[in-house]
């Protein structure tokens, strides 16, 4: 199962590169966002050179929105962050743009029906 996630999320990383939609770009540009501590609407519509409301009227047209964009790339980063047993928990969380572990916790709960820390145990044996 560890293998699976971790090559779905070098292929979904890989894939951003070819998606030439604005949710493709938004993907790219979360990933930095995330990074610095600018994980919303307004620093997204910054990088793209968008006003809010073109965004999210492109998103809609594409039958998406910024929360589930933001929430799928959060979701693969996370497995991708909790395989390199270098960054702790808390690291993971705020690379992700949580401001805390257990929210960071029930995201990834809630996307793969387990705990980060158990995740890391079970699949990654750190």
Not at 67 to 95: C, F, G, H, P, T
Request: charged share 30%; with cysteine; hydrophobic share 40%.
């Amino acid at each position: 199962m560890y293998r699976q996630h971790t090559d779905q999320a070098e292929k979904y990383l890989l894939s951003l590169y070819k998606q030439d939609d604005i949710a493709g770009e938004l993907k790219r540009k979360l990933g930095d966002l995330m990074a610095c501590g600018e994980a919303n609407t307004d620093a997204a519509c910054r990088a793209l050179k968008l006003s809010r409301r073109t965004l999210q009227r492109r998103l809609k047209a594409e039958k998406t929105s910024f929360q589930k964009v933001l929430r799928e790339v959060r979701a693969v980063l996370a497995v991708n962050y909790l395989s390199d047993d270098r960054l702790q928990s808390l690291e993971i969380a705020m690379l992700l743009g949580y401001s805390n572990i257990s929210t960071f916790t029930t995201a990834f709960k809630s996307w793969y029906d387990i705990p980060p820390v158990e995740y890391r145990q079970k699949f990654l044996s750190i």
